[in-house]
């Protein structure tokens, strides 16, 4: 999928999560379900750009922001929509709002290890990048048929040239936008994480 001319896909994700970064760093400020739910929505376009071996991260990942950026409309923090669905007792059922921001959690994970893989990586293949951040983040998640269907659709990953193109970036611009999203993520990743492990729900489900 190519974007509209003039279009930065990577500087918008890097701008956003920038922000959550910023409100998290505060340490007094709690993050809200619309800013975050708008910022990972901002980061699905880049599955669509991987193709068919992330396509089952795509339609999943975009189906749980969506349901994050409706929940936004009633509730106002992440830290009270896990709350009400710890006082529900539904934490762990399909479809728990706490759930989809446990899966949003590792779609924006997985591109943070995406992209620390592209610039530590050399070449233009985009296999080895890909799989290290397939396999650290959802792999252990998968069933034996998901994660053969991704390493078959490895092989028709793009290139890195052809997806900088795609996403209207040169090799020095991603490479500073990227940087910039890996930092900014890792805080916002690390919040989230620390609002379920304060509530003993675990990360592996």
């Not at 089952?56 to 709350?83: M, N, P, R, W």
Request: glycine content about 6%; overall charge neutral.
């Amino acid at each position: 999928m190519a974007n509209a001319e003039g279009e930065k896909p990577l500087r918008k994700i890097g701008e956003a999560f920038k922000d959550l970064a910023a409100v998290v760093n505060s340490e007094t400020l709690e993050l809200e379900v619309g800013p975050f739910s708008h910022a990972c929505s901002l980061v699905s376009p880049l599955f669509g750009c991987l193709g068919i071996a992330f396509k089952f991260a795509e339609l999943d990942y975009v189906a749980k922001v969506g349901d994050l950026a409706e929940v936004s409309k009633s509730i106002a923090t992440l830290q009270t929509l896990v709350d009400r669905d710890v006082e529900s007792n539904c934490v762990r059922k399909a479809g728990s709002h706490t759930r989809n921001l446990l899966r949003v959690k590792r779609g924006i994970d997985m591109v943070r290890v995406l992209f620390e893989q592209i610039i530590a990586s050399e070449g233009n293949s985009l296999k080895g990048p890909a799989s290290t951040a397939y396999a650290q983040v959802f792999a252990p998640y998968h069933g034996w048929a998901i994660r053969k269907a991704v390493a078959a659709g490895m092989y028709a990953l793009p290139t890195k040239a052809q997806l900088l193109k795609r996403l209207n970036e040169d090799e020095a611009t991603a490479r500073i936008e990227m940087e910039n999203y890996i930092a900014s993520s890792a805080a916002v990743i690390l919040y989230v994480d620390k609002l379920f492990l304060s509530r003993e729900l675990g990360l592996d489900w």
